[in-house]
């Protein structure tokens, strides 16, 4: 079965510092996809990445920046500077080649104060 | 240019209603998905059809009941409406599926009083 953890219900940290969400994931498939995705306050879901299990090679864009190590099947993401921007509930997911569904992490809920 | 949208934004009803949601993309995709997404903003999908075929149905109560008149749109209509049906709902489009990328759509939050 797949399973998707964010042990890290609750983040709060002051703006500019940077932040680390975790994400531990399980699945028997050996290929397989990452995402993440951005809920803000205003409720929509936005995509963030995804990564494809052969490639493990960190990304970075902007602040944003994503590691993922097959080795302790994670795949965090941090931000960089933080800004009041940043906050929302950053969800991570996982999903087989042959799935037709996306598993959700319950989410992260990150607060950047000013 | 939405890519995927939905219909209503809110929905405000009482308890043994009938509602619909509709949900259109207009990305190209051949699939798409429902999502409910509950107060501790838990994301659990609840059916999913590709090139209007139903692919996933997930343990749902029989008062939901999706309609794909064609690949760029999902309806979901919800019969005898309870209170434990609020919540928000989200409407996803994906290219295929097995790993593809899901677009949502603004979300529709329901409050059954």
């Known amino acids: 079965a797949q399973k998707v953890t964010q042990a890290q219900t609750e983040i709060s940290v002051v703006e500019k510092e940077d932040v680390t969400l975790d994400c531990v994931y399980e699945?028997?498939?050996?290929?397989?996809?990452l995402f993440w995705y951005k809920q803000p306050p205003s409720g929509e879901l936005v995509f963030l990445i995804r990564r494809n299990s052969f490639d493990e090679q960190n990304e970075i864009s902007g602040r944003y920046s994503w590691n993922f190590q097959k080795s302790t099947s994670s795949f965090n993401f941090t931000i960089t500077a933080s800004q009041v921007v940043d906050s929302a509930v950053y969800f991570c997911a996982l999903s087989g080649r042959g799935d037709d569904k996306i598993i959700f992490g319950k989410g992260t809920r990150l607060h950047i104060l000013p | 240019d939405t890519a995927v949208s939905q219909t209503p934004k809110y929905l405000v009803t009482q308890m043994g209603n009938d509602k619909s949601i509709k949900c259109e993309q207009n990305l190209g995709h051949d699939t798409m998905y429902w999502y409910k997404q509950d107060s501790k903003k838990f994301l659990k999908i609840m059916f999913s059809?590709?090139?209007?075929?139903?692919?996933i149905n997930e343990t749902v109560p029989n008062r939901f009941s999706p309609k794909s008149p064609d690949k760029a749109h999902l309806n979901l209509h919800i019969n005898s409406l309870e209170l434990g049906d609020s919540a928000v709902y989200f409407c996803a489009s994906s290219p295929g599926t097995g790993g593809d990328t899901q677009y949502f759509g603004p979300g529709t939050r329901l409050t059954v009083l």
């Open positions: 059809y590709n090139n209007k075929e139903l692919i």
């Open positions: 699945t028997r498939d050996t290929t397989y996809y």
